[in-house]
């Protein structure tokens, strides 16, 4: 492209950021529901949940579901949903392992019984959804992964491929170039790789509401603006406090994500990293037709600095990733969810995408933290002589893995040896971070190192190879 072009180009791209709200347009839905009261007094029950963010509210509606007579506590430190639940792509992915690559290079020996309980998650989360009539806009749509460069199509058919050879390709289907453009028209598209049935498109907010009044219709107890203060063993059970109460329990599932866990331990095996997500007004029926999508599938690119998009109900573009940020010291602050130079770079990543689009308007922009972990993928366990459970780590990809974490927090606060106990997924933890400076250090250097992978044709260097030799890793 000429300079002039160039900025010209650029000039279009801020000023379709001018009327962006700073806000997750999820969360800005008029079907909010109100907050719950907050907890003042005391409170006993079987089991006490923290945290009102899909992992909590999952692992209170099984436990009822599971046995109604358990009498089921929920403490949600802001409100349910405003945190990583109410804020995401809306990707609800059956992969508990942040994608089937990760989950072949880290267990290869159980990756057939991960993929079959991941897709079983996703049929239970669809069967949830229509049992409660919760109208969370949930699409089994699939998603197709797009390659954007030469090597990127090479690899995405070898991988095919190997998927084909493992018994893993069930559903998924190579697109070539011709094929992926006549889903999703884009001239940046090389091929494509389409999981039929392996990912649902939700309204992320509508979900974590609608998961909290099935909650409250089966009894269980919500309290918000209550954060849980302190974790303590008392008498044959556990103590929690709050800011005007406390709760007495006899089990206590920990669902808090990315905040600090009320157990010291586990506080290492994550560092928040913020990704970020634009919304585009509604597009008309005409401008939608320049780019097809009849299949309204979810997208992601392969690079390792990735984009995914999707349709909203109403026909909207959501366009987030690339950027994942990672800041010094570790710490989760409202200040660091807005971002406008990664909206700036966002914008324009959209328009080379979809030229088509120019002059379409992003109405909202915004960002927020992610639970990484150094293997992508959840990590659970127990405290307390098992009296707390706890899980964490998704990383990325938690808007369907949270509920077999729920599963999973379930089975071990029950003492119960199940299918889910018995992985070696769910039995080793992760590698935990350093302290600083050298998760920063480490980090840093790993991102720099992909983005430099990405601009020359994938080649990882000595860095990026020690890391997966050493099974480490960094990702959004
Ligand atoms: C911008 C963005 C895009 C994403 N896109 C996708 C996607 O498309 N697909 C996908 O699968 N995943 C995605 N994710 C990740 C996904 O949203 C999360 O993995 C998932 O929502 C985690 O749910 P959670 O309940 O564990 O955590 P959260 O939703 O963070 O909930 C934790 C809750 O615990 C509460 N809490 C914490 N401490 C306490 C305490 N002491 N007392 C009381 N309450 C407490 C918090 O207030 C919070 O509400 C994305 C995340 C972000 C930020």
Not at 262 to 273: A, K, Q
Not at 292 to 300: E, F, N, P, S, V
Not at 418 to 428: A, D, F, P, S
Request: glycine share 12%; with cysteine; aromatic share 10%.
């Amino acid at each position: 492209m000429a300079p002039s072009a160039m900025s010209r180009g650029r000039d279009n791209w801020i000023a379709s950021l001018s009327e962006a709200q700073p806000v997750p347009y999820w969360l800005e839905d008029p079907g909010k529901p109100g907050p719950e009261p907050a907890l003042t007094g005391a409170e006993t029950c079987d089991l006490l949940v923290v945290g009102g963010g899909y992992s909590g509210l999952w692992t209170a509606l099984n436990a009822k579901e599971r046995d109604p007579r358990r009498d089921v506590v929920l403490l949600e430190g802001r409100e349910v949903g405003w945190a990583a639940s109410g804020r995401n792509g809306g990707f609800c992915a059956a992969s508990l392992t942040h994608g089937l690559p990760n989950g072949l290079t880290r267990w290869p020996d159980e990756i057939h019984e991960l993929e079959r309980l991941g897709r079983r998650n996703l049929d239970e989360i669809e069967a949830a959804v229509a049992r409660h009539g919760i109208d969370c806009e949930f699409e089994r749509t699939g998603e197709i992964d797009v390659a954007t460069e030469t090597y990127q199509a090479r690899e995405l058919r070898d991988w095919h491929r190997e998927l084909q050879e493992q018994g893993l390709a069930d559903g998924i289907d190579f697109l070539d170039e011709e094929a992926v453009r006549a889903q999703v028209n884009s001239p940046t598209f090389k091929a494509g790789l389409w999981d039929h049935q392996g990912v649902a498109m939700l309204h992320p907010a509508k979900l974590a509401w609608g998961l909290k009044q099935a909650c409250l219709r089966l009894g269980v107890r919500v309290y918000e603006h209550t954060p849980a203060l302190t974790l303590k063993q008392y008498g044959a059970g556990m103590a929690v406090r709050t800011p005007y109460g406390a709760v007495r329990a006899r089990k206590v599932a920990l669902g808090t994500n990315i905040f600090p866990s009320l157990l010291r331990r586990v506080r290492s095996y994550t560092v928040p990293v913020y990704d970020y997500a634009l919304m585009t007004e509604p597009l008309g029926e005409e401008r939608l037709a320049e780019i097809g999508w009849r299949g309204r599938q979810g997208l992601g690119d392969s690079a390792n600095q990735f984009h995914y998009f999707r349709l909203s109900a109403d026909n909207r573009i959501l366009w987030g990733g690339y950027d994942a940020v990672h800041h010094y010291g570790g710490r989760v602050r409202a200040e660091y969810d807005d971002r406008p130079e990664t909206y700036a770079k966002l914008a324009g990543h959209f328009f080379t995408c979809f030229p088509q689009l120019e002059g379409v308007r992003f109405t909202h922009a915004w960002g927020g933290a992610i639970d990484t972990c150094s293997r992508f993928s959840a990590f659970f366990g127990t405290a307390h002589q098992d009296k707390v459970a706890y899980a964490a780590g998704f990383t990325g990809l938690g808007v369907g893995a949270t509920r077999f974490g729920a599963d999973v927090m379930l089975d071990l606060l029950d003492g119960e040896r199940t299918e889910r106990t018995e992985l070696e997924m769910v039995r080793k933890r992760p590698l935990p971070f350093p302290p600083e400076p050298f998760a920063w250090t480490g980090i840093a250097l790993t991102k720099w190192s992909l983005a430099r992978a990405d601009a020359h044709g994938g080649r990882r260097n000595l860095w990026l190879r020690t890391m997966d030799k050493l099974g480490l890793g960094f990702d959004s």
